[in-house]
């Protein structure tokens, strides 16, 4: 077997970003995954879809990945990698579809279940995207700060690039992140790697899920809430280990 035809037939990852920042932070990252793996590499980024449509129903967002992904390389299993608010759709996806995904990587995971929307935590999230969204003049560079440990180490969009203010988007978080999600325990084997240095999501959260579903945890001292983003080699050697391990 020649090595395009190896890469074609490996079971493919599928990367799955939140609202918050640009689907570019993750270009090194996601070479470094094609390059450790040698396996075609997809990455969704949420913010672009919704910009797309008003749309906001999370099943109707995988039922299109899905259609996307079996054009691109066919209908087989894959191995989903979420950040933030990715984790709702990889976990709905997992849920509804349990035998396309072969396992789950969870990286500061942003969702609740739906008993719990209420929390006071869950609001002071809100509060701060509606404030990195809506509050005007640099806010490129005040979403790095919010994304990374290290923000002057990463460059923001230059100025025209930079995505419009867009109320719809904003609504769309709200929307999820009040809806909730069922808390099932995954059937496919999942992970979840954490940030301590977390502004957005507190790295609690994962600990909680990592103890209700008995999954392993894997937490990083130092990077910000885009671990993917402040250490890609880290979190591409843990995905590797994930992945080679539960390949199917």
Partial sequence: MDDTSRINSAPPIVLIRGLMGDASYWDYFKQLLEQRLQRNVYLLDLT??????ESVHL????????????????HRRCHLVSLSLGAVVA?????????????CTF??????????RWQPQRWWLLIKLAVLTLWPGNRPERWLR????????????PDDKEPPVNVRRLVAQYQILLKGVAFSQPSAPCQLLVSRHDRLVHCSHSYQLAERWQSPLFPHLSAGHDLALDDPRWVCEKITDWVIRHDS
Wanted: hydrophobic letters at 40%; charged letters at 25%.
């Fill in 48 to 53: 672009t879809a919704f910009d797309r449509d």
């Fill in 59 to 74: 099943d109707e967002w995988v039922e299109r990945l899905r259609q996307h992904l079996n054009e691109e390389f066919g």
């Fill in 91 to 103: 976990l709905n996806w997992q849920q509804r579809f349990p035998d396309e995904v072969a396992s």
């Fill in 107 to 116: 990286i500061n995971a942003a969702f609740i279940d739906g008993q719990q």
């Fill in 146 to 157: 919010w994304l990374s440990a290290w923000p002057t180490l990463h460059s923001p969009w």
